[in-house]
């Protein structure tokens, strides 16, 4: 049974910086692109970053570009979200995803299987 499972999450002030992390089991992580989405209120769920299968491509939405990092550690099956200059524009839901896709998939029906989610709150 395949599980992905996030944590980090929380209540971060403007400009700090937050670490989330996505722990996988039951799949061999690097057969597997990696991704974050993120799902404010009222809005669609949205790609945040993707990462290749061997960890050496990455992308990232506009909206984060510089500020965010997605990296993985395939011998930890450890997916990794480094958050810096948070806005509050970037509080949401965040679910790491896995798609068996070659590249950098970005869209929420090329990936196969989801965490539960992990709450990103920005405010002072």
């Known amino acids: 049974q395949v599980q992905l499972v996030e944590s980090g999450g929380g209540l971060v002030q403007p400009g700090g910086s937050l670490r989330l992390s996505c722990v996988a089991s039951g799949l061999y992580l690097s057969n597997y692109a990696m991704g974050w989405f993120r799902q404010a209120p009222g809005k669609e769920r949205e790609s945040v970053a993707s990462?290749?299968?061997?960890?050496?491509?990455?992308r990232y939405a506009d909206s984060v570009k510089g500020r965010f990092t997605i990296s993985r550690d395939n011998a930890k099956n450890t997916v990794y979200l480094q958050m810096n200059r948070v806005k509050p524009e970037d509080t949401a839901v965040y679910y790491c995803a896995a798609s068996i896709r070659v590249g950098l998939p970005k869209r929420v029906d090329e990936y196969a299987y989801w965490g539960q989610g992990t709450q990103v709150t920005v405010s002072s």
């Open positions: 990462i290749s299968r061997s960890g050496g491509w990455t």
